[in-house]
């Protein structure tokens, strides 16, 4: 290691990307005395007095420095004593940390989009507007089950099941927060407000409100009082500032949670022309549909497919996930797969992408089922790879595409038959969606190409608009105002919107649903 300007780096900022760092719980002060380290070789900065006061005389003779108050004279060699552990929180793509270069006066806000399957959390400077990094990690609770109405039942099981779902999804924001500040070099004891929102059912589960008032169908149709009933206590666990805020942004209704929301305050869909359809993707995908004067929002059980859990060959969207097949222009099929790495697995828009090109190719009929001539599983081809579809992978996604195209044509019928004019797509399985294949199998409605939007996190974009944004909170309560929910669970045309939903063509939101249909009826046309 050197210092290409002596005394002027401490020895901290330079191992900050080093295969191994020092632990820490300040900000660079001295004050905790965890990132200490030993030079072997080399000569550094005098000792500080926050050094003097933590370390013996002995450990100095014996080299033994905090990595926060030294500073390297040219070059060095030295061990690290208490390496940091590495972390299970990923960055967040276009929110990479930088290192924070704070005024006395400045404080930190942390926002907080709580998923059903991953939690998503970024740190900012409010003064300044300024990002210090995201991250991105699993939500715990999945051990508890993968869909939002399982894991209900589970916390609903007995106090101490719940008493630990709530500890653990608590624990894992606190190790999110440390993350971010660590590497930013900042304390967390600078943070004054925690901005959270998520589906109803994992607001339910990190603050104190009773999982029953949703596993409870008529809950379905009612606002959800997602209480946090000391929230002083949770800043004191989590390090916080004395006066620190930790805020739960309340849900809409029933499983329409405060992600939607914040989504909807990010991407301005009451500034959206008539007919604009937001889709935000997941084990719990919610849907809203601006016809010009109301927004009209729903929730709709798309199950665990689209983060492709559960398919034989599904994977997260991870290195080596293949995201979508693609054809040049001589008709030949290749993968897009994330990272430079073969092929491994199918994640959920990989998984569209699958079905509708052997759709495309005559492999699968309409109503799910192989052609008569095809073995199963079918191969798709994924550059050198080969991955294995069955039956039972086209059967899930078939039913989780209904479940939202039911919801989009239920939300157009009581907006007077309104028809989707432009489409705005959210979450990582909304990042990697090739509107082609989304449109062919009918997961969502055909709108020209350049009347299609894509916002990865718009939740959590929305939630950072409260952390730093002062007018932030008012445009909320306005949107909220225009809000018109809509329960799926008692509307009385979504059984017979589901089944024409199932079958993999272009969805047809013009006609009225069958009459004939029959609640949970699966009898398709080939």
């Known amino acids: 290691m050197s210092a290409d300007r002596p005394h002027e780096r401490s020895l901290l900022a330079q191992l900050k990307h080093a295969t191994v760092r020092p632990t820490r719980a300040c900000d660079g002060s001295g004050r905790c005395g965890r990132c200490r380290v030993r030079v072997t070789r080399g000569a550094c900065s005098a000792p500080t007095a926050a050094e003097r006061q933590l370390l013996t005389a002995a450990q100095l003779q014996a080299g033994h420095r905090l990595a926060c108050q030294a500073h390297p004279i040219g070059d060095v060699e030295l061990i ?21 270069e704070l005024a006395p006066t ?10 059903t399957t991953h939690i998503r959390a970024s740190l900012w400077v409010p003064q300044t507007g300024r990002c210090l990094g995201g991250r991105v990690g699993d939500n715990p609770q999945q051990n508890w089950g993968s869909d939002v109405l399982c894991r209900l039942v589970e916390a609903g099981s007995t106090p101490a099941t719940r008493a630990l779902m709530r500890a653990r999804v608590r624990a894992a924001i606190g190790e999110v927060l440390a993350t971010l500040c660590d590497a930013a070099a900042c304390a967390t004891e600078r943070v004054t407000r925690v901005h959270i929102v998520g589906n109803t059912a994992m607001l339910l589960l990190v603050g104190d409100g009773e999982p029953a008032e949703l596993i409870d169908v008529d809950g379905w149709s009612r606002a959800v009082d997602c209480p946090l009933t000391d929230p002083g206590a949770l800043a004191q666990r989590w390090h916080l500032a004395p006066d620190a805020r930790v805020a739960l942004e309340p849900p809409v209704q029933g499983f329409v949670g405060s992600d939607l929301l914040a989504a909807a305050l990010h991407t301005r869909m009451a500034d959206a022309a008539p007919g604009t359809v937001l889709i935000d993707f997941g084990t719990n995908s919610e849907i809203a549909l601006w016809d010009g004067e109301r927004l009209w929002v729903t929730a709709a059980a798309g199950g665990p497919s689209f983060e492709a859990s559960g398919i034989s060959c599904g994977m ?6 293949v995201t979508a097949i693609e054809r040049d222009a001589n008709g030949q099929r290749t993968a897009r797969v994330l990272g430079d790495v073969p092929a491994r697995g ?19 009929r309409p109503n799910g089922r192989f052609a008569r001539d095809v073995l199963q599983p079918v191969a798709v081809a994924a550059n050198a790879s080969e991955l294995a579809l069955d039956a039972r992978d086209v059967d899930a996604f078939q039913r989780a595409k209904a479940a939202v195209g039911a919801g989009v044509a239920c939300l157009c019928a009581r907006a007077s038959h309104v028809q989707p004019r432009e489409l705005v ?17 009918g997961l969502v409605p055909s709108v020209d190409d350049d009347a299609v939007a894509v916002f990865a996190e718009a939740a959590l974009a929305g939630c950072e608009q409260l952390c730093v944004d002062p007018t932030a909170a008012q445009d909320l309560v306005r949107l909220r ?6 329960n799926l669970g008692t509307d009385p045309s979504y059984d017979q919107h589901f089944v024409d939903q199932l079958l993999l063509k272009p969805l047809n939101l013009s006609r009225r649903p069958s009459a004939t ?7 398709l046309p080939c």
């Open 316 to 321: 997260p969207a991870e290195p080596g996930a």
């Open 517 to 523: 249909a029959e609640p949970g009826f699966r009898e």
């Open 80 to 100: 690290v004593l208490h390496p940091a552990t590495s972390s299970p929180w990923q960055v967040l793509p276009g929110r990479e940390s930088t290192t924070a």
């Open 481 to 486: 105002a225009l809000i018109a929910s809509v």
């Open 106 to 115: 400045d404080t930190l806000s942390l926002a907080v989009d709580l998923g």
């Open 346 to 364: 199918l994640c959920g828009s990989g998984l569209v992408s699958a079905i509708a090109t052997l759709v495309d190719a005559g492999l699968l």
């Open 425 to 441: 797509l959210c979450g990582a399985f909304g990042h990697h969606l090739d509107p082609w294949a989304a449109t062919r199998v």
